[in-house]
């Protein structure tokens, strides 16, 4: 697992974009699948997406801010692109901080890696666990950082209690 930061100018224009009244975010009754076995203070809830690029094509108008963030931080690793999803997660689920969403897998494959950027700083810590769901390592969203880790590595975003949301950018490639 890596940390990686990126400028203050190019972390206040993705948040400012993503956080416009002219960009659009879609209803998701449910965030992502649980796993067997998943742990007790699981709970789902909703949240809203906005899909950059999947199936092999740029699906948003606003894939340069992916450029622009690829060019600061992971473009050179980068052979092919799975997807890249805006996440959007209120308040409004009414959850407590004990509780998180499924434990999941981005994708289960090896070769894959997940570069998971924070747009805004907010409570809704990321999670990752354990083969047995123990919480290994947990992470504080911090506008403008981003974390890079293995695709297949089990983890859960809790619910942003204190602040009004929580907004991440989630990329899978190769």
């Known amino acids: 697992m890596q940390l990686i930061n990126v400028k203050e100018d190019l ?20 965030t992502n699948s649980p796993l067997k076995n998943a742990p007790s203070k699981t709970v789902d809830g909703y ?18 801010l992916i450029e622009d963030l690829f060019h600061a931080t992971i473009i050179s690793q980068i052979k092919q692109i799975l997807r890249v999803k805006g996440n959007f997660l209120s308040n409004l689920t009414r959850s407590s901080k004990e509780n998180f969403q499924y434990p999941h897998q981005d994708v ?9 950027y924070y747009v805004n700083d907010a409570d809704g810590d990321t999670l990752f666990f354990d083969k047995n769901y123990k919480i ?26 204190k602040t009004d949301y929580r907004i991440v950018i989630n990329t899978v490639f190769k």
């Not at 972390?11 to 449910?30: C, G, H, M, R, V």
């Not at 289960?108 to 998971?116: A, G, N």
């Not at 969203?141 to 859960?156: D, R, T």
């Open 11 to 30: 972390a206040n224009k993705i948040e400012e974009a993503l956080t416009s009244d002219q960009f659009a975010w879609y209803f998701a009754p449910s």
């Open 47 to 64: 949240q809203f997406s906005h899909v950059f690029y999947k199936d092999e094509k740029i699906n948003s108008p606003h894939f340069y």
């Open 136 to 161: 290994k390592k947990r992470i504080k969203p911090k506008k403008g950082q981003a974390i890079l880790f293995n695709s297949n590595c089990v983890h859960a975003t809790t619910f942003p209690v």
């Open 108 to 116: 289960k494959s090896p070769q894959y890696k997940s570069f998971l």
